[in-house]
């Protein structure tokens, strides 16, 4: 009596099913949660109440002999509504004792879609926290925070299957007298289309373009050779030359870009700032050498 007057009272949709899931009873909630009365619950399977896709999940959780004995802890489930929508739905399932009158099973389900939407919304914003982190603003591309991370990372990846890693380090040439002759906006909006054009000839799936900091970008190469690396970068290094800028300032203006080449096999003991280094090296060599160029140091 006393369950029967709670369970009536209840916002939450409380089910009691025998050992095949089978309704025995259905608390009035049903007519929220799900749009139909209690007595049409009765001839269905508990399983039923819920999304097709989520059923083998929630039966495998709940009932199964490895599941968990006695109470359960909640879980998120679709519930399905009379008119085939779903609903999200927090379930938790108890055994009942022996000759309860009940059944074998007492299962409550609590409205979550609201809680479901706020947890979706939330993640979200947090991806896209996350991402803003790791990007740069006026160009698009990984920051330097983020070329760290992966630069590290694929050190360690070329170290563990002995395989080469390339970087280059590439540099606006001139751009301090571009700057000081057109203004900030104007500089930031040559950046950017520097920015696009390394993006859009470094394609390859696990290559990452970078902007490493003021006019300076960063590609790192997993898996290519100092042959390869230097095809890249010349690549890039052209590309930049023929970029149209009459989009920017009336007539044009000469754009190019001086690239340094590193590429190395992974040695313990060692780290990726030494490829940095020697990439770095190799852009000062080719500033030295009348810029618009590619250099590898040997």
């Not at 203004?183 to 394609?203: E, S, T």
């Not at 373009?209 to 290094?237: C, K, N, S, W």
């Not at 340094?260 to 700032?273: D, E, K, N, P, Y």
Request: charged share 25%.
């Amino acid at each position: 009596m006393r369950f029967r007057l709670l369970a009536e009272h209840s916002i939450d949709l409380i089910v009691a099913v025998d050992a095949d899931l089978a309704i025995r009873y259905a608390s009035p909630a049903t007519a929220t949660l799900l749009g139909c009365q209690p007595a049409d619950l009765h001839g269905h399977t508990l399983a039923e109440l819920l999304a097709p896709e989520d059923r083998a999940a929630f039966i495998a959780r709940h009932f199964t002999r490895s599941a968990q004995r006695g109470q359960s802890a909640p879980d998120l489930f679709r519930a399905l509504r009379r008119d085939g929508s779903t609903l999200w739905v927090e379930a938790r399932v108890a055994s009942l004792p022996p000759g309860n009158g009940l059944g074998d099973y007492l299962v409550t389900l609590r409205d979550a879609d609201q809680r479901k939407r706020a947890e979706d919304s939330l993640g979200k914003v947090n991806a896209e926290l996350s991402t803003l982190a790791s990007t740069d603003a006026l160009t698009g591309l990984p920051n330097r925070r983020q070329f760290d991370a992966t630069l590290h990372k694929e050190w360690y990846r070329a170290l563990r299957d002995g395989t080469p890693l390339g970087l280059l380090m590439i540099d606006v040439d001139r751009f301090k007298p571009l700057n000081d002759r057109f203004g900030h906006q104007v500089g930031d909006a040559f950046l950017a289309l520097v920015g696009k054009v390394i993006r859009d000839n470094v394609r390859r799936a696990g290559d990452m373009a970078a902007r490493y900091g003021g006019e300076e970008f960063a590609v790192v190469l997993p898996g290519t050779a100092a042959t390869g690396a230097l095809e890249i970068a010349d690549v890039i290094r052209r590309a930049v030359a023929n970029a149209d800028t009459r989009g920017i300032v009336e007539g044009g203006y000469p754009l190019s870009v001086s690239v340094g080449v590193a590429a190395t096999v992974a040695l313990a003991g060692g780290g990726s700032a030494s490829l940095v280094h020697s990439a770095d090296a190799a852009l000062y060599q080719a500033k030295r050498n009348g810029r618009n160029r590619v250099e590898l140091l040997q």
